[in-house]
T-cell receptor
Framework: AQKVTQAQTEISVVEKEDVTLDCVYETRDTTYYLFWYKQPPSGELVFLIRRNSFDEQNEISGRYSWNFQKSTSSFNFTITASQVVDSAVYFCALSEAVRNYGGSQGNLIFGKGTKLSVKP | NAGVTQTPKFQVLKTGQSMTLQCAQDMNHNSMYWYRQDPGMGLRLIYYSASEGTTDKGEVPNGYNVSRLNKREFSLRLESAAPSQTSVYFC?????????????FGSGTRLTVV
């Protein structure tokens, strides 16, 4: 069965520090997709990134970067020079390739989230 | 560009009351989902509709029913609300049942059952 583990429940940093949010996943499928979502204090869920299992290249978007390592089943998220506006709950999620209708296979499975607090 | 619209945003129910949470998307997506979010539990799938005319149970379906009214609308009904259903509910949609492109989420409904 698929599973996503975000071991860090809460992280607190001071502005301008770098911070890494960990995500470890379990899947038996060879084709799958990984995601990160941000949930700011206002409550909405904001899509950050999608990565498929065949693309292990790291990705950078401004102050955000993602490190995908299939060997350790991890998809970690780093914020460089954190800012107060980065304060949010961050969710890692996994979807597997769909084989059958019915059941939850193919749906998006979320980790429990990491609450990041960036203090000025 | 409304995306996914949920109503209401807030609701307080008494134990045993019923209510329907409404969700509509204007992106011509085929698949729709209902999640609940509880502290320390992340988001858990309640029900989903892979396409118009189909619905299936997710991880935590007990106490809920759903209706895929048409391609745009997917409602969640609590027939007899219980305090354990106090939660934040999110509706989401995706282009297809293959969640490869991720989901677009509504802004959530905060439900309190007293």
């Amino acid at each position: 069965a698929q599973k996503v583990t975000q071991a860090q429940t809460e992280i607190s940093v001071v502005e301008k520090e770098d911070v890494t949010l960990d995500c470890v996943y379990e899947t038996r499928d060879t084709t799958y997709y990984l995601f990160w979502y941000k949930q700011p204090p206002s409550g909405e869920l904001v899509f950050l990134i999608r990565r498929n299992s065949f693309d292990e290249q790291n990705e950078i978007s401004g102050r955000y970067s993602w490190n995908f390592q299939k060997s350790t089943s991890s998809f970690n998220f780093t914020i460089t020079a954190s800012q107060v506006v980065d304060s949010a709950v961050y969710f890692c999620a996994l979807s597997e390739a769909v084989r059958n209708y019915g059941g939850s296979q193919g749906n998006l499975i979320f980790g429990k989230g990491t609450k990041l607090s960036v203090k000025p | 560009n409304a995306g996914v619209t949920q109503t209401p945003k807030f609701q307080v129910l008494k134990t045993g009351q019923s209510m329907t949470l409404q969700c509509a998307q204007d992106m011509n997506h085929n698949s729709m989902y209902w999640y609940r979010q509880d502290p320390g539990m992340g988001l858990r799938l309640i029900y989903y509709s892979a396409s118009e005319g189909t619905t299936d149970k997710g991880e935590v379906p007990n106490g809920y029913n759903v209706s895929r009214l048409n391609k745009r609308e997917f409602s969640l009904r609590l027939e007899s609300a219980a305090p354990s259903q106090t939660s934040v509910y999110f509706c989401a949609s995706s282009i297809s049942f293959r969640a490869n492109y991720g989901y677009t989420f509504g802004s959530g409904t905060r439900l309190t059952v007293v």
